[in-house]
C-alpha cells in the first residue's frame, strides 16, 4: 500500500500534476478547520476575508502553474544538470541534507521578503490580512507566490539538491504551511520552540512592535535561534501590516503593497533615496 502511494506520488511530481492531490488536501483542511472553528471558538468567522483570499488563489493558480513553478523549475534543471558542485543521492541521509538546504533557503528569502523593500512591496498581501486562518496561507501577491522571488532557491541545485528532490520537499512543506496559519492549535510548549508551529507562525503574522519580523522559518525553528529572530508568543498578535489597508476587494489587496512602495518613492528626494527605497528595510523612509 505504502509503496503504491509512493509510486503514485513520484508519478504525478514527475509529470507536474501535484494539482491531483493538492487540491483536495486543501480543501479538506480549509473546511475541516471552517467547522471546527463554529465548536471550538467563540470568535465569529470572518467570510469576507475568506472569500476574498480564495478569489486572490483561484486567479493566480494558472499563473502560479505556468509561471511559477514552470520556468523557474525548468532553470533549476539547467543549473543542476550543467552547473552543479556536488550530487546528492537519493538516500535517507540525502534527503535529510535536502529538506535541511530547503529549509535553510527558505528562512534566507523570507527574510529579504520582510527586509528589502521591494520584496515587502510583493510580500505584502499575504500579511495584509487582520484574520489568522488557513485560508490566508494562500493569499499573495501574483510574483510572490511563484520561485520568481526566491532568490537563494537557485542555489540548491548548485549544491546538488535536483528538481524532482526540490518539488517533493517543496509540495510536503507546502501542506505543513498551510495546516499553520491557524488560531484553533493552542501554544504546544517546547514543541513551538523547535518547529513553526501555529503558534509560532502567529508571532511572525503579528503586527505587534515585539512580534515583528520574527520567526520567518517554514519548518524548524532551529535558523531564527541561530540568527535571533526567535519570538514566543506571549498574548494573541494583532493580525495585518502596521499601517491597515481596510478593504476586502481582491485587487486592491493585491496592489496595496506596490502602491505602499510607489507612495514611498514619490516621497523620496533625489535618485539616491529613491534607489534605497527598493532595498532597505520597510520601516526606513527617505
Request: with cysteine.
Amino acid at each position: 500500500m505504502l509503496e503504491a502511494i509512493t509510486d503514485t506520488f513520484t508519478a504525478l511530481v514527475k509529470d507536474g500534476e501535484t494539482y491531483v492531490f493538492l487540491l483536495p488536501i486543501y480543501t479538506a483542511l480549509l473546511l475541516g478547520e471552517q467547522i471546527a472553528h463554529k465548536f471550538l471558538s467563540p470568535r465569529p468567522w470572518n467570510h469576507r476575508d475568506s472569500w476574498a483570499n480564495i478569489a486572490i488563489t483561484v486567479c493566480y493558480l494558472g499563473l502560479d502553474v505556468l509561471v511559477g513553478k514552470i520556468v523557474p523549475v525548468a532553470l533549476m534543471a539547467f543549473l543542476y544538470v550543467n552547473f552543479r558542485v556536488f550530487t546528492l543521492d537519493f538516500g535517507p541521509l540525502a534527503w535529510v541534507v535536502v529538506f535541511l538546504l530547503h529549509d535553510l533557503a527558505w528562512y534566507v528569502d523570507h527574510r529579504i521578503a520582510h527586509r528589502v523593500g521591494f520584496f515587502w512591496a510583493l510580500h505584502h498581501v499575504h500579511h495584509s490580512s487582520p484574520e489568522y486562518n488557513m485560508t490566508v496561507a494562500s493569499r499573495g501577491f501574483v510574483v510572490d507566490n511563484t520561485l520568481l522571488s526566491r532568490p537563494t532557491f537557485y542555489l540548491l541545485p548548485l549544491l546538488g539538491v535536483s528538481p524532482f528532490q526540490f518539488i517533493a520537499i517543496t509540495i510536503l512543506t507546502n501542506i505543513f504551511g498551510i495546516a499553520q496559519h491557524t488560531r484553533l492549535v493552542p501554544k504546544l510548549g517546547v514543541i513551538d520552540w523547535l518547529f513553526a508551529t501555529p503558534s509560532s507562525h502567529r508571532v511572525h503574522h503579528g503586527s505587534n512592535p515585539k512580534y515583528l519580523d520574527r520567526n520567518y522559518g517554514e519548518m524548524l525553528m532551529i535558523w531564527d535561534h541561530l540568527f535571533g529572530t526567535y519570538q514566543v508568543e506571549e498574548e494573541e498578535p494583532i493580525y495585518g501590516v502596521t499601517d491597515p489597508i481596510n478593504t476586502y476587494n481582491p485587487v486592491l489587496i493585491e496592489v496595496a503593497g506596490m502602491r505602499w512602495l510607489a507612495r514611498k518613492i514619490g516621497r523620496a528626494q533625489g535618485l539616491g533615496d529613491k534607489l534605497r527605497c527598493l532595498v532597505y528595510p520597510p520601516g526606513w523612509d527617505p
